[in-house]
């Protein structure tokens, strides 16, 4: 296998089929949101926000404030959206300005919610992973293959309707008629993860990029 660090795992039993450079410290690009979306689902839990939730994108989260050459679902001024949507967008497109509003909607602040992530993957028992922002394009993130593996495995065995619900979703349009105040361009663009169309029984669940750590994929597949 060409990665410089991998991890396959049987996410039912945890055992582990194969391993190389398991425990090597690694930027997890945009796989960190995953963790962002694990953190504000915990926060829906104990009902302190709802998927229904419509916000209106702050400006730090609006697409013309991301740096350049991000991955963006566009929001923007004069938008509606729900916390469902941002979800979406994260998983789907891997929206940073999508991050940035889940993280401020959920925790008041991005480093407030960046806290939040953090205490999430300390009490996951995550020893060699830590986040600086929600979406990823921190190099000072990090995690291993290890962690990351049984981060994804916790994840789909607390929420396994997500995958249907985000992680295999293969396009996302947006903004859509309901989404706009004013009028806007709406915008169509496919799944970051294209194995969701050449690999039998691909379910997820996310993709990143940053030039520090080259190509990430969480990916969970299915079959018979």
Known sequence: IAARAAVVM??????LLFEKNPDQSIPPASLTKLVAIYTAMEAVEQKQMSLTDIITPPQES???????GSSLMFLGKNQRVSVEELILGMSVVSGNDAAIALAIHTAGSVAAFVQQMNETVAALGLQNTHFEDPSGLSEYNCTTA???ARFSAAYIRKS???LKQFH?????SYPQPHN???AQRTIRQQAT???LERLEGCDGL??????????????TAQRN
């Open 206 to 219: 996310k993709t990143g990029f940053i030039y520090e750590s080259g190509f990430n994929i969480a990916l």
């Open 146 to 148: 290890r962690d990351f």
């Open 193 to 195: 993860n294209t194995l």
């Open 62 to 68: 609006w697409a013309v404030n991301i740096p350049p």
């Open 168 to 172: 295999a979703v293969r396009e996302l």
């Open 10 to 15: 049987d996410a039912a039993s945890g055992a």
């Open 160 to 162: 396994p309707e997500h």
């Open 180 to 182: 706009m105040l004013t």
